[in-house]
């Protein structure tokens, strides 16, 4: 069981759900990825609803997914890419649990993102994967409470970051 919620934040292909579902797997714990859980409440696909609604309502119903754990028993949770760049969603995260940066080089995330899978990429482009990274690692940076570096590949990322976990939940 854990004490708080363990919120992940980091650029999309930095491993926040491969390692977070497996972590929670490790721990006994419940896993919630927070696109996945908007894709649910909504029965469309991310691309869908940024097509449909724009990112303004899919950050919204982030909020939401967060506002909802907040009355929930603490679990791991993996976040969308954007999700710290809205204010309320760091002071959502802060108020209800620890927040843990999952950081991965740009150069590995470039080697194995799935550009299609991306709606906030304007053309779809490595470019696009490399501006997002530069607009979005300063409020990484800034709301975390801890970093993982997650550039040693899969096994080492969940080892340590189960370890880590555990030794948060310890206090």
Not at 14 to 23: D, I, N, P, Q
Not at 43 to 55: D, K, L, T
Request: proline content about 3%; hydrophobic content about 40%; some cysteine.
């Amino acid at each position: 069981m854990l004490r708080m919620h363990v919120f992940l934040v980091g650029m999309s292909g930095g491993g926040k759900t491969s390692l977070g579902r497996k972590a929670a797997a490790n721990l006994n714990v419940r896993f919630l990825d927070t696109d996945q859980r908007v894709t649910e409440m909504m029965g469309m696909s991310v691309n869908e609803i940024y097509a449909a609604f724009g990112e303004d309502f899919f950050r919204n119903a982030e909020s939401g997914v967060l506002i909802e754990l907040a009355g929930e028993p603490p679990c791991i949770v993996s976040t969308g890419g954007g999700l710290p760049t809205v204010k309320e969603n760091v002071q959502l995260m802060q108020n209800h649990g620890v927040i843990i940066h999952i950081d991965r080089p740009l150069d590995q995330i470039l080697s194995d993102i799935k550009l299609d899978r991306r709606p906030t990429l304007k053309d779809g482009s490595y470019e696009d994967v490399i501006h997002e990274y530069n607009k979005h690692i300063g409020f990484y940076h800034a709301c975390a409470d801890y970093t993982l570096d997650n550039s040693l590949g899969f096994s080492v990322g969940v080892n340590n970051l189960t370890a880590l976990i555990q030794k948060i939940n310890q206090g």
